[in-house]
């Protein structure tokens, strides 16, 4: 069993390691022009970690068990946000149309 402080001496090295891996960087490139490639990659992380995030929950294996309507309510409702974010690019309208949709499509 650990002790506390070794516990805590864990803890503030992992926030250290953590800390480092997130600031070090954006202190070294802050203020630097970085290539159009390198910008529009970057620019791109945080649409991939909310792509995951949101395919985490739309892909779950207990809603295969659940019959096609446990599969086809999350999947039609994320496929009509996809296209209001295509029209309007508005997040708070995704956001309605995508509770709103699934709300109906749970009822039916």
């Excluded at 203020?31 to 929950?57: H, K, M, Y």
């Amino acid at each position: 069993m650990m002790s506390t402080a070794q516990i805590m001496l864990m803890w503030a090295a992992l926030l250290a390691v953590m800390l480092a891996c997130r600031c070090i960087p954006l202190v070294m490139l802050q203020g630097r022009v970085l290539p159009p490639r390198v910008e529009r990659t970057v620019g791109s992380i945080p649409v991939a970690a909310f792509t995951a995030l949101v395919a985490n929950d739309l892909i779950q294996p207990d809603t295969w068990g659940q019959g096609p309507r446990g599969v086809l309510v999350p999947l039609v409702s994320a496929g009509i946000v996809l296209l209001v974010a295509r029209k309007t690019g508005s997040l708070i309208w995704c956001a309605v149309v995508g509770m709103g949709v699934y709300a109906l499509a749970s009822l039916l």
